[in-house]
Every structure is written in C-alpha cells, then in structure tokens.
C-alpha cells in the first residue's frame, strides 16, 4: 500500500523555476519506482520522467530534457521534480507515481498515484 502526495505547484512566469515535491506513505518494506506524469486540459496524460528504485536512473520525456530533474530522498520517502526555464507548454496538473518492480513509461505502468499539483505558467 503506497499513498502519494503532491505538493510545490503554483503560478510562475515563463522562464522561471519550481520544484514540485511527493512525499509517499509506504506501509510496504520496500522501495518503489518513481514517476512523474502530467495533464493539460484538454490532452491526455503524458509522461514527464522516472526516476529507479535503486540505482536512482533517471529517464525524460524528450519536451523537458535538460529542464526537469527527478531526485529522491529515501529517508523521507520523498521525490522532487526540479523544473527549470518553465514554459506556457509546461501548464498542466503534474501527478507522481508508483510502482514496484517494473520500469514503464505509461500511465498504465504505474500503480499509485497522487492527487496532483498544478502547474501554470504565464507569458
């Protein structure tokens, strides 16, 4: 049983930063893939990164390569999406993700999920 909880959205302006934050309430002796999705309105929900279980791989979606970071921190159970340079594009509802044992980059790949963030970015 995994519970997600997102948090650090807001509204920014083109070209800046946020760093959006989950924190994961595992009540499972184990340690989860991590990912990030997310939603604009209108679209369906697409891939942003994920970050391993273990080896702490990371993997983008090509739209934010190089802007978006994904780290963790184990010992709070706790993954953050940094994102840099911020464009009007970026503007969707931003979800976390988990799983156990398997690398995906799909929404059906993944298991649990938050609530969401949302992301607004202005000109």
């Known amino acids: 049983q995994v519970q997600l909880a997102e948090s650090g959205g807001g509204l920014v302006q083109a070209g800046d930063s946020l760093r959006l934050s989950c924190v994961a309430s595992?009540?499972?002796?184990?340690?989860?893939?991590m990912g990030w999705f997310r939603q604009a309105p209108g679209k369906t929900r697409e891939f942003v990164g994920r970050?391993?279980?273990?080896?702490?791989?990371?993997e983008y979606a090509e739209s934010v390569k190089g802007r978006f970071t994904i780290s963790r921190d184990n010992a709070k159970n706790t993954v953050y999406l940094q994102m840099n340079s911020l464009k009007p594009e970026d503007t969707a509802i931003y979800y976390c993700?988990?799983?156990?044992?398997?690398?995906?980059?799909?929404?059906?790949?993944?298991?649990?999920w938050g609530q969401g963030t949302q992301v607004t970015v202005s000109l």
């Open positions: 993700a988990a799983v156990f044992g398997r690398l995906g980059s799909t929404p059906g790949d993944y298991e649990y």
């Open positions: 595992l009540r499972i002796a184990s340690r989860p893939i």
């Open positions: 970050i391993s279980a273990f080896s702490g791989t990371t």
